[in-house]
């Protein structure tokens, strides 16, 4: 037997696989908090079930539910990338969960993207939730699924960057109020379940520079009327994007 054959080996895991376990737990964690279920499921269900299968708002020509699937589906983005991680994030930095794994073998860069990752996996799960009660409710999707994916993938990037810049400047009290309030009101005004055509033009000009508007309307672009990808919408998204995770990389702080 060679010398050494059981001799420890200590040192820090490939970030690949520290990245995966810290997704793993991210992931968990989100799913087991009720408040975040309530926000990330069950709300966006019930709007969609609700609001498809009651006429409260008049949403045009055509059936409620092919409007309303995609700006739930907005809606779902929203919950998760902002609203969830925002609040998620701020109060393990109060309580200094983010300095202790800033200074374990995980780099920082590392746990970012593992939230990212845990972002990216509950919204699978909510966009399958989703559009299977779409569908019993007798929605018929249109449009390219890639260019589906494509709104969905840069509107959670644009979300992301606006909840860590609010979790990593705020308080976590005060981002716990104001990530709910933003999300009421994105809500209301955001084109999910009210169109913009029912806001005087003037506020209806703001709020379509909103990323839950363009969000909005690019999938309803696509999974209603069959469009092929809303350069518009995908420009707005792209300058949250860049202003949200620019402004969260220049100005977070991790205590």
């Known amino acids: 037997m060679s010398a050494g054959t059981f001799t420890p080996r200590p040192g820090a895991a490939p970030v690949s696989r520290m990245i995966a376990a810290q997704t793993a737990l991210e992931t968990r964690m989100l799913l087991r908090n009720g408040e975040q279920l309530l926000l990330t499921v069950i709300i966006p269900a019930l709007l969609l079930v609700l609001f498809s299968a009651v006429d409260i708002v008049d949403t045009g020509a055509g059936r409620s539910v092919d409007f309303l699937a995609p700006g739930v589906l907005a809606l779902a ?5 902002f609203t969830g991680q925002a609040i998620a994030t701020g109060f393990d930095r109060r309580y200094g969960v983010l300095k202790r794994l800033g200074a374990s073998p995980l780099p920082r860069r590392a746990l970012l ?49 606006l909840g860590l810049l609010m979790a990593g400047t705020l308080k976590a009290e005060v981002t716990l109020a104001a990530a709910n309030l933003v999300f ?13 055509e029912k806001f005087p033009d003037a506020v209806r000009a703001a709020l379509e520079l909103l990323p839950i508007s363009a969000l909005s309307h690019g999938l309803r672009e696509v999974l209603q009327h069959g ?3 809303p350069l518009r919408d995908l420009a707005v ?19």
């Open 77 to 81: 983005v929203l919950s998760t990338a």
């Open 184 to 196: 009421l009101l994105l809500l209301v005004g955001g084109g999910v379940i009210v169109p913009l």
């Open 227 to 229: 469009a092929a990808l």
């Open 113 to 161: 993207t593992a939230k990212t990752l845990s972002v990216l996996v509950t919204e699978v799960l909510q966009v399958a939730l989703l559009t299977v009660i779409a569908l019993a409710l007798g929605w018929s999707p249109q449009g390219n699924p890639l260019a589906v994916a494509a709104l969905l993938l840069l509107g959670t990037a644009a979300f992301s960057g």
């Open 237 to 255: 998204l792209a300058g949250w994007t860049v202003a949200g995770l620019g402004a969260a990389a220049r100005f977070f702080r991790w205590e």
